[in-house]
């Protein structure tokens, strides 16, 4: 009975902890990759800006590091107001969004709100920062697993996606429509 008692013990155990690293596993990443494809790096650095900006991101800066990089700099009320409330909150009033060329592809990545918070200790967990950053995304991700069901990039023969919405991913969304849109 101690010996089954004690495999169950260790079962749970194990599990626990597996579960608590799981969890952790986004405050451990300090960047996200938010989209990789084809393109340029100056179409997608517009693309982003106009994207952060519609999600209430203010451009606070931009370099170019290296030839086929653009680095932006971004900010927003939240981070600032969690900045000022932080001693160590200079690190986290901005979120550096990075557009850089890998072979082919054109890669959007970001610094880790939750990352950052975290690793200086901030005051707020910067949740909704990191929500908004990662609401950008999912439409067209979603738009573009959809085209790779079928060889010509349309579809299923009997099957149709409807994305919902007029805000302001709507345009880009339907500039990328293989099929069309309807209205």
């Known amino acids: 009975m101690k010996n ?4 169950v013990l260790l079962v749970a155990s194990m599990l626990l ?6 969890a952790g596993d986004a405050l451990l990443k300090p960047f996200v990759l938010a989209s990789q494809g084809p393109g340029t790096v100056a179409e997608k650095a517009t693309a982003a800006k106009a994207a952060l900006a519609a999600s209430g991101f203010t451009l606070a800066g931009e370099y170019s590091p290296y030839p086929d990089a653009d680095i932006l700099v971004v900010t927003d009320d939240e981070l600032k107001n969690n900045a000022a409330q932080s001693e160590h909150g200079g690190f986290g009033a901005i979120q550096r969004v990075a557009i850089t060329r890998v072979g082919d592809n054109i ?3 970001y610094t880790n709100p939750l990352y950052m918070a975290n690793a200086y200790r901030m005051k707020g967990d910067l949740h909704d920062v990191a929500a908004k950053l990662q609401a950008r995304e999912r439409a067209r991700d979603l738009r ?3 085209a790779l069901l079928s060889p ?4 299923a023969p009997h099957a149709s996606l409807v994305i919902v919405g007029d ?3 709507r345009g880009p969304l339907e500039e990328r429509s293989v099929g069309g849109t309807e209205h």
Request: charged share 25%; glycine share 14%.
């Open 144 to 146: 573009d697993a959809y």
């Open 4 to 7: 089954v008692f004690r495999k």
């Open 167 to 169: 805000g302001p991913e």
């Open 17 to 22: 902890v597996s579960t608590a690293a799981m």
């Open 152 to 155: 010509d990039g349309r579809g």
């Open 107 to 109: 890669q959007v990545s």
